[in-house]
């Protein structure tokens, strides 16, 4: 099962994302429950967002895996391998794994799309379900510099790519999740 998650800033989305795969994870049959966390800790704000995320994950039963770019090498690694070997993932945020693959000099750089999709597809080939995580960076309608726009264009490719894919797509807005591919589960409990 590979679920996609999108959403504005402070929508809900990743409430929601953690409460579909926590119930994924519980019908799944085997493996283990992985959060895979994208977002580096480079600012206080940032440390913030992750503590916070980290208190709406306690006590779900989530081991948590740190990578900021490459996927695919992640995957390749023996020891990660064997963990997500018909696990359950959540891969939260797509926006930040993004914004690494393009600007961290470790990162993907003008291949970022290609990178982070070979990334995906090694992801869903090890795990039993995966949900991934992404942001609406369109929805302000203002347009940016060159290199910001660079990385809107290769978010939005990306998500296009994973809609695809993706046996379900949902937008959550205001808490409220808006399902625009497959069934959904019909259980949301804000």
């Not at 081991?63 to 891969?91: H, K, M, N, W």
């Not at 930040?96 to 992801?123: C, V």
């Not at 609406?136 to 994973?162: C, I, P, Q």
Request: glycine share 8%; net charge positive; with cysteine.
């Amino acid at each position: 099962m590979f679920l996609l998650v999108y959403g504005g800033s402070a929508s809900g989305k990743s409430a929601y994302a953690e409460q579909r795969t926590v119930r994924l994870h519980q019908q799944s049959t085997a493996g283990q429950l992985i959060y895979l966390a994208a977002m580096k800790p480079y600012s206080q704000a940032a440390q913030q967002r992750i503590r916070r995320h980290r208190r709406l994950r306690a006590g779900k039963g989530f081991r948590t895996v740190e990578r900021y770019t490459d996927l695919y090498g992640l995957c390749q690694d023996p020891a990660f391998a064997r963990a997500a070997a018909g696990s359950t993932i959540l891969l939260e945020c797509m926006s930040n794994l993004t914004a690494n693959e393009i600007f961290e000099p470790e990162g993907a750089g003008a291949q970022a799309a290609d990178a982070i999709l070979k990334g995906i597809e090694a992801l869903r080939a090890l795990s039993a379900n995966l949900t991934a995580v992404t942001l609406d960076v369109f929805g302000d309608g203002v347009h940016y510099d060159e290199s910001v726009e660079r990385y809107r264009r290769t978010l939005a490719f990306v998500n296009r790519e994973m809609a695809k894919q993706a046996d379900e797509a949902v937008r959550v807005v205001y808490s409220i999740p808006v399902i625009l591919k497959g069934a959904g589960d019909g259980i949301w409990n804000p």
